[in-house]
């Protein structure tokens, strides 16, 4: 296991490379200029200076060695730098914003809590709806609990997610006035009113993503669940007189999360993605807004910088659900 968790690693770092170059090929054909957003009483020759500085006019492959030393030396330095109070890359170089003019990876570390939770946050609401939900309509199947279970599964899953939350803004928000329809992303919470404050807020943009995930692992928790309850292994565990909770609970259980683990490992990037439109839907000042702003005003090197840490996530949670894969069944060893 240790060596194909090596060897996984090592696949990974040219894999990586391949997809840093591509998004930075194909953000930077796109027809973009660093200065639109300036005063256009600026003159021309003013304007050539800035991109000059700003080393749009090398040749792309010199502009993306720049940008990819930038992006695993440079800003990780400073990152490290901003974590544990060091000194490794005081006046370093960083990768700066067309748009705000500051360091991409600072914006991204200031938008970043809002996403967390909300994404995350929604993310463990559709686990934890999803598991025992496909356990119990499969162990029950064909009754009117797995009917029901199906049929919202299947409304949750088939309809988008900016429909269900301009949905859930005009029946809570504005016909029951239960919860605020704009998420607040400047509320601390100090006392116990904004903590009531900030868990109304999240309420609907965490259902909205929360029913989404629901809806897709809980169809595959229920398929994995039938494929295991109809196999020898259990057909034995029962003869021996094991309870149906011990059959169900720990041995069909675990064989039937294999496949799951690896859903819910791989949806991660996934839901980050999808939260892209939700956060815009309920105003959550988060990366998925601050790449829709971005590719709005043309910001080239926002948008490659969180498509780049999207594909990395992608990576990750690849690599993370084949080490699942040996934790959760020792019969399947790579080396």
């Not at 490379?17 to 591509?22: D, K, L, N």
């Not at 039937?256 to 839901?271: E, G, K, R």
């Amino acid at each position: 296991m240790l060596t194909f968790t090596i060897r996984r690693l090592i696949l990974a770092i040219p894999t990586l490379i391949f997809i840093s170059f591509v998004i930075f090929l194909i953000v930077k054909l796109s027809p973009s200029d660093p200065t639109a957003g300036l005063p256009l009483t600026i003159p021309p020759e003013v304007r050539e200076a800035i991109r000059e500085s700003l080393g749009v006019n090398d040749p792309v492959f010199v502009q993306y060695f720049k940008w990819l030393k930038l992006m695993l030396w440079d800003e990780p330095l400073h990152l490290f730098d901003g974590w544990f109070g060091t000194s490794m890359a005081p006046d370093g170089p960083r990768i700066i914003s067309y748009q705000t003019r500051s360091p991409v990876m600072d914006l991204i570390m200031q938008r970043m809590p809002q996403t967390l939770w909300v994404v995350g946050t929604s993310y463990i609401v559709g686990i934890l709806i999803a598991v025992p939900l496909g356990v119990v309509s499969a162990y029950k199947q064909y009754s009117w609990f797995d009917q029901v279970g199906t049929f919202v599964s299947m409304i949750g899953f088939s309809v988008p997610t900016f429909f269900t939350g301009v949905l859930f803004i005009v029946i809570f928000a504005v016909n029951l006035g239960w919860f605020p329809s704009v998420y607040d992303t400047t509320l601390e919470v100090t006392d116990w009113e904004s903590f009531t404050q900030q868990f109304r807020q999240m309420i609907m943009p965490v259902m909205v993503l929360g029913l989404f995930n629901a809806s897709q692992i809980s169809r595959y928790m229920r398929a994995s669940m039938l494929d295991n309850l109809n196999q020898d292994y259990v057909r034995t565990a029962r003869a021996k007189g094991l309870g149906e909770s011990v059959v169900v609970l720990v041995h069909v259980l675990r064989n039937s999360m294999i496949p799951v683990v690896t859903v819910i490992a791989l949806n991660v990037p996934a839901v980050f993605g999808g939260a892209i439109i939700t956060e815009q839907v309920f105003k959550v000042n988060g990366i998925g807004q601050l790449l829709i702003i971005a590719i709005q005003a043309g910001d080239v090197p926002v948008v490659q910088t969180v498509s780049f840490i999207f594909a990395v996530l992608i990576v990750l949670f690849n690599l993370i659900a084949d080490i699942l894969y040996g934790v959760l069944d020792p019969r399947i060893r790579y080396d």
